[in-house]
């Protein structure tokens, strides 16, 4: 798998189609689990402090995106698509 620029990404208008994807920012060096919410037009990810397990913090969208690795007898769900 390859990192794409996020302009990329699968973006959803609907909680429901928030898929999960591993996201990196290439300035701050950061590489993350994390999704995206349409409804909120934010991003939500991993490891941002001790006490959250997600968090969002504003001007730090990630700037890269892959996607997880696909399921063992599942390869369905690996590949996201949009349909909201």
Not at 46 to 70: F, I, V
Request: net charge negative; charged share 25%.
């Amino acid at each position: 798998m390859d990192w794409r620029p996020i302009e990329t990404y699968p973006y959803g208008t609907k909680w429901a189609l928030a898929y999960h994807c591993i996201c990196a920012h290439e300035d701050h060096g950061w590489i993350r689990f994390g999704k995206y919410y349409g409804e909120l037009k934010r991003w939500y990810y991993s490891g941002t402090n001790e006490t959250s397990q997600w968090a969002q913090k504003e001007g730090d969208a990630p700037t890269h995106w892959m996607p997880l690795p696909t399921l063992p007898g599942r390869e369905d769900v690996a590949t996201p698509s949009d349909k909201g």
